[in-house]
């Protein structure tokens, strides 16, 4: 083996132990939304966000470019209805695609 390789090898083995001893860490946080109006655009936006996911979980070829959609079909009562996302950034939608991506990964069958 070479030099370069060797120290390599021995890097990923002190990486290995390093992460032996770490412990994964949830946080869980409370958000306060003081005025009524920042109320109602927290309520939005998670609103949206659960629009775009379950859109997407119907069509799963659109969750690679989930980014760049604008509007989604949602259903209301017994018929399909467009929305706009308005108010979520192309880096939250590229994150929720992302997530039910993994998601998916993590429930199939190999």
């Known amino acids: 083996m070479t030099e370069k390789s060797l120290k ?8 290995k132990l390093k ?3 770490q412990m994964g860490v949830t946080y869980k946080l409370k958000i306060q939304a003081k005025t009524k109006r920042k109320k109602l655009l927290l309520n939005s936006v998670f609103t ?13 070829d659109k969750a690679y470019n989930a980014n760049k959609l ?4 949602v259903k209301v009562g ?21 997530r039910l991506i993994e ?8």
Not at 8 to 15: D, M
Not at 48 to 60: D, E, G, S, V
Not at 70 to 73: A, K, M, S
């Open 19 to 21: 992460r032996q001893h």
């Open 70 to 73: 604008e509007t989604v079909l």
């Open 103 to 110: 998601n998916l990964k993590g429930i199939s069958i190999n």
């Open 8 to 15: 390599i090898k021995e890097s990923l083995l002190q990486t």
């Open 48 to 60: 949206q966000a659960k629009w775009l996911y379950n859109f997407l979980i119907f069509n799963t």
């Open 78 to 98: 017994d018929s399909f209805k467009e929305r706009q996302l308005s108010l979520l950034g192309s880096q939250i939608k590229q994150e929720i695609g992302h």
